[in-house]
Each structure stands twice: as structure tokens, then as C-alpha cells.
């Protein structure tokens, strides 16, 4: 019995001795998020993997990372709140070349860029007598989309507002897609007259066009740029445009978008702006997850710029927070020179 304490003793000291020349690159460390993109509220997974590279096992192993405030964390997770969000620790083993991958479900609900970070990694020697830390602050960000809105009073008004831009486009006539011809009756203007088809007729003809023009519609997210304690009124415009936007897809209407907030994590300093159609809304939702309350440039060149860059049927949705006090002579002041439909959505 005593020669077998001794080997034990002996055994551990050695590994203690080996594990305090521990190179620590022979530990490895990758965070990683199982998504960049979300919902609100739609469950998602922050993995980490731990690679022991060594023989010797490691006894206490620590993984500190630092979550942002809006996730929820699991139930019996150790954490300290600080600026910066909150600092968990999770406690493993590992064995000699062992490789341990370890898994936490949490969610977000609150709309924006959400930041992740692997911060750092502690291991102890064979005893638990020393500790090493090993900074990593492997960062990964995750853009939560708006929510899409149930407002009574935006649904009639987006209504009224296609039902406009509807009968429009049934009152246009594309010259370009001519449908045949019929008799004269006397109340057509004479520039409808084909002539050719009289002449072989014997009679007055007049052309039949096709009633198809395809309208679109210029949604524009316009921020004032202010000083804002919270962000709750930006997170309802951009609710607000989602929900637009999926409307107007959903009737087959194109839309293009456009806003001068400034995105955030993004390098583009400029006004920001994308093609929507059904299918391809997934720019759109990750830029407005993005969207911040800090502005590039003004309302009013903001909308000089999507007119200028528009087909000559398109409409307008403006919407911008309740707090712009120029919104609304802009907009009207956009209806008179373009003569289009417009339509503001303050919130």
C-alpha cells in the first residue's frame, strides 16, 4: 500500500512538473456564433470549441466570455454584469488530446447589431496550485431584424396608398405594348388613330393598348440625426418599413430603399439603398438591424437623391420619427414637384 502511494505521488509530481511547463498555444480556443442574421426571439446557438493539443490533461478549465446585455442567459449561468455586458465563465476538464465542444442556446428580441466575445481562456496546472490566462477576445456580431408591425391605422393607410398607385397603374397606357385595334367611335383622340390599319380597313381604326405599366415605390427611411436617450422610436420606423416593404412584395409591387442613416459596422458613409422584390429581402432586413440614429445627410437631399435615381411613375413612403418637425412640408413639397402619389408615416 505505501509503494503504491509512492508511485502516485511520483506520478503526480512529474505531472506537475509537466504541466507547468505547459506551452499554452498547445490549447486552442474557437467561439463562433451558429448565425450573423436573426429574428427576434428565434433561439440561436453561441459554440465553443477547446482543443488540448497536449498529453497532459488539464484539470480547471475556464472559458470567459462576454455577452451583450439583450441576450437571455440560461438558467444557472455564472455571470457578473458590467459596462461592457455581462461576464460568464463556464467550467470544464479536458483530458490529454482531448478535443470538448460546448453549446449555449440564448435569444435576442431587441432589434440591432448585437456583439459576442470569446474574451479569454484559464487553465490551471495538474495540482491547481498556478493559473494561466490566455487572452483570445474572438469577437462576432449578430444583426437582429425589426419586428414586423400589427398597427390598425399603417394597414389602412397602406391600403388607401395602394389602392391609389393601383388605379393609376390601370389608368396608364405603355405605348410600347400595343394589344390591336378596333373601329372608331368618335371619342378617341385623333393621335390613337392607326392609320395604316384604315387604310386597309376602308374605315377609321384605332389602336388598343395594353393597360399594364408596372409602378414601383420608393420607400425612404429618413433619421434626424438627433440626441437620443433610446433608440424605441427608430426600432418602430424600422418595424414600420418591414412591414411596408413585405405589403407592397406581397401585391408584386417593386420597391426600392432607401435612408441616410449611417449602418452600423458597416464602412459606407453614404446614403444606403436596395432593390426589394419577392425573395430578396434579406439586404433589406439586415440593413435595417443595422440602421443607427445618426444621419449622413438631410431629409430633403435624401429624397432629391431616390427621386433622381427613380423611374418617372414611382411613388414615395417616407418614414420618418414623429420628432422631424420638416418632414411633412418636405414630403408635401415632393408631392408638388413630382406629382406622385406620397404617403408619410411618422412614428
Not at 467561439?31 to 436573426?38: D, G, H, R, W
Request: with cysteine; hydrophobic share 40%; charged share 25%.
Amino acid at each position: 500500500m505505501f509503494s503504491f502511494l509512492i508511485v502516485v505521488l511520483v506520478i503526480g509530481i512529474i505531472l506537475e512538473v509537466m504541466s507547468l511547463r505547459r506551452d499554452p498555444e498547445k490549447v486552442e480556443f474557437d467561439y463562433s456564433l451558429s448565425t450573423n442574421v436573426i429574428e427576434p426571439g428565434a433561439p440561436f446557438q453561441v459554440r465553443s470549441v477547446i482543443t488540448n493539443k497536449s498529453i497532459i490533461p488539464i484539470s480547471y478549465l475556464a472559458i470567459q466570455e462576454i455577452m451583450p446585455f439583450m441576450a437571455k442567459l440560461p438558467e444557472g449561468l455564472s455571470f457578473s454584469e458590467r459596462k461592457d455586458g455581462y461576464h460568464t465563465e463556464n467550467v470544464c476538464r479536458l483530458k490529454g488530446r482531448q478535443r470538448k465542444k460546448l453549446s449555449m442556446e440564448t435569444m435576442i428580441e431587441k432589434r440591432g447589431v448585437h456583439t459576442f466575445i470569446g474574451d479569454s481562456i484559464e487553465f490551471g496546472d495538474f495540482l491547481g496550485f498556478n493559473e494561466i490566462e490566455v487572452e483570445v477576445a474572438n469577437q462576432h456580431d449578430i444583426v437582429v431584424y425589426p419586428k414586423c408591425l400589427s398597427d390598425a391605422n399603417l394597414i389602412e393607410a397602406l391600403a388607401s396608398f395602394y389602392g391609389d398607385i393601383s388605379a393609376k397603374r390601370y389608368l396608364i397606357r405603355d405605348p410600347i405594348l400595343s394589344a390591336g385595334s378596333r373601329e372608331y367611335t368618335g371619342r378617341e383622340p385623333m393621335k390613337d388613330i392607326n392609320w395604316m390599319q384604315s387604310a386597309r380597313r376602308g374605315e377609321l381604326m384605332v389602336r388598343e393598348y395594353e393597360y399594364n405599366r408596372q409602378l414601383s415605390v420608393n420607400v425612404v427611411l429618413g433619421v434626424d440625426g438627433g440626441d437620443h436617450n433610446d433608440d424605441e422610436w427608430l426600432d418602430m420606423c424600422c418595424s414600420a418599413v418591414r412591414t411596408i416593404c413585405e405589403a407592397l412584395i406581397n401585391k408584386d409591387v417593386p420597391v426600392k430603399f432607401h435612408t441616410n442613416s449611417v449602418l452600423r459596422r458597416v464602412n459606407t458613409r453614404g446614403i444606403w439603398k436596395c432593390d426589394v422584390s419577392s425573395g430578396y429581402t434579406g439586404a433589406l432586413l439586415e440593413g435595417l438591424g443595422r440602421v443607427s440614429s445618426f444621419a449622413c445627410t438631410t431629409l430633403e437631399k435624401l429624397l432629391e437623391q431616390a427621386h433622381r435615381e427613380n423611374d418617372s411613375d414611382a411613388a414615395f413612403i417616407v418614414v420618418a420619427p414623429s420628432t422631424n418637425f420638416d418632414s411633412e412640408a418636405i414630403t408635401e413639397q415632393l408631392k408638388r414637384v413630382t406629382g406622385r402619389e406620397v404617403l408619410l408615416v411618422c412614428m
